[in-house]
């Protein structure tokens, strides 16, 4: 069993276990209904799971639900289609195979629910899919990783946290999500004696050469409404850094102090730092710590050393051990069946260690594939539906769950992002969105289709501007969408060479 998979099994729950707590956002333990039935949020420690667990998710969404398994820009796993009535059953299934939060394990009571169901909540803590194997990487995070769950699960208090209050532990790799703005930040940083974390709040670690996707490290959800917000005027990049075996303190500090401080309507870090001062925090933030917690300001320009290569999530790649590879696909628009689950599962028993990575990326990954297995593992993927190769159209397109699984969608997404594949310009990253909500991206992307009727979209492009970026065009089909994309992909090609 890997480092990352420490859930205990659980007997049954009862049928409270159906009851919604205050937050709209599915998890395992409160199962939301969409338009094609219910949703059960499966939080992933790291991303991994095992090649057993993987075989239940795939069991379980055939017997309960629709058999269709999503996966998370998040990299969660969500199983779509929650039969009516079958819900408690799927619950308990899935809290047996060890997925369920540390207060799910043992009898789960209504007394102590809704604790275990903020407890799932709060299990927001992004490494690396290839931590511990990257060979860029300064630290391996996965311990660290596990030390911020049980963190984030064992002091009650915490359960107040908003269920999208997140955690980012970067360890350097170079395959590594950094687009996302997460409430705390840490990033590995090489010292002369050791590394150490630097952190920050509210943003993105900055990277060098980083992607225009990067330049705007401000840019913000503003949770369930748009897209993206405006910069907060407090944004202050890196403020400090500590040494890793003060991470866990540190992280427990902002933690209390964002609790201390925060209005009962700020649920995210930037609300906070709208009012307060960063340098407050840190003063406030200091009373929970026994080191010393202040800006330093050596490290206003710091910028984290090794570009992040969102690529490497695809095709076979080289891990830190000489002969052994990561190998990864991308599912059509982030859905897997049952029977493709079951299949990877199977895969990464025969020919990896028996262990999954989602990744942030809507893909996955298969660590520890021998060097000369590799062919077989990509042929395999392949067979199964994945696109493991960064030219392929489906890498390059995400697509939220569309009118079919959504009331407030205003056009069948999916489907229009596999009309648009078949069109897509080569070099463009295209997100389609059937409102502004932007469930598919926590990020912008370069370019969003947004709804504005079936099969109608306007369309936005990435520029630093809030939201979804500028809009360029608006009331486009699918097909003039494509022909607008090439011309502002690759400006400098002439009619000739398009
Ligand atoms: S972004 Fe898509 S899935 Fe999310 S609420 Fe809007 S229409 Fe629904």
Redesign the pocket.
């Known amino acids: 069993m890997s480092v990352l998979n420490q859930a205990s099994p659980s007997t049954a729950l009862p049928d409270a276990a159906l009851a919604l707590r205050p937050s709209a956002c599915p998890g395992l333990l409160r199962i939301v209904a969409a338009r094609d039935g219910g949703i059960c949020r499966i939080k992933l420690p790291g991303g991994e799971l095992s090649a057993a667990q993987a075989a239940v998710i795939a069991d379980v969404s055939e017997r309960h639900a629709a058999g269709v398994v999503e996966l998370t820009n998040r990299a969660n796993l969500q199983v779509r289609g929650v039969r009516s009535g079958h819900e408690a059953a799927l619950i308990a299934a899935l809290v047996d195979a060890g997925l369920g939060p540390i207060r799910a394990t043992g009898a789960v009571d209504a007394d102590n629910l809704l604790l275990a169901s903020s407890a799932d909540d709060v299990r927001n803590v992004m490494v690396s899919p290839a931590a511990g194997r990257d060979p860029f990487a300064l630290f391996d995070t996965r311990p660290l990783c596990i030390e911020m769950l049980t963190l984030l699960q064992s002091e009650a208090r915490f359960a107040a946290l908003s269920p999208k209050f997140a955690l980012l532990l970067d360890g350097g790799e170079r395959l590594a999500r950094l687009d996302h703005p997460h409430d705390v930040w840490l990033a590995a940083m090489q010292a002369e004696d050791g590394v150490r974390f630097v952190f920050g709040l509210a943003g993105c670690p900055p990277a060098v050469a980083d992607a225009d996707a990067n330049a705007f490290p401000h840019i913000a959800r503003t949770g369930s409404h748009s897209a993206v917000d405006h910069p907060h005027p407090n944004y202050a990049g890196a403020l400090a850094a500590v040494l890793p075996a003060q991470v866990t303190d540190l992280v427990r500090a902002l933690l209390h102090t964002f609790l201390d401080l925060a209005a009962p309507d700020a649920t995210r870090m930037r609300h906070l730092l709208a009012t307060h001062p960063v340098d407050a925090l840190l003063q406030h933030a200091q009373t929970y710590v026994d080191f010393p917690l202040s800006r330093d300001t050596s490290l206003a320009n710091w910028l984290r050393p090794t570009p992040a290569d969102a690529t490497l999530r695809l095709g076979a790649h080289a891990q830190r051990v000489v002969g052994m590879l990561h190998v990864g696909g991308q599912p059509p628009l982030g859905r897997l069946d049952a029977t493709t689950l079951r299949g990877l599962a199977t895969l990464s028993q025969q020919q990896g260690n028996g262990t999954l990575r989602m990744t942030p990326w809507q893909s996955v990954l298969l660590p520890d594939i021998a060097a000369d297995a590799a062919p077989t593992v990509l042929a395999e993927m392949n067979a199964l539906g994945l696109a493991c190769d960064p030219a392929q159209p489906m890498t390059r397109l995400i697509a939220?769950?569309?009118?079919t699984?959504?009331?407030?969608?205003?056009a069948d997404?999916k489907a229009d992002a596999l009309r648009l594949a078949d069109r897509l310009p080569d070099g463009i990253d295209v997100h389609l969105?059937?409102?502004?909500?932007?469930?598919?991206a926590a990020h912008c992307a370069p370019y969003t289709l947004l709804?504005a009727e079936p099969g109608i979209y306007d369309l936005y492009r990435r520029d630093g501007q809030p939201g979804f970026g500028s809009r360029v065009a608006h009331q486009l089909t699918i097909e003039q969408a494509a022909d607008m994309l090439d011309p502002l992909a690759h400006p400098a090609r002439s009619p000739s060479d398009a």
């Open positions: 939220c769950a569309g009118s699984g959504c009331a407030k969608s205003l997404t969105s059937g409102c502004p909500r932007s469930c598919a709804a």
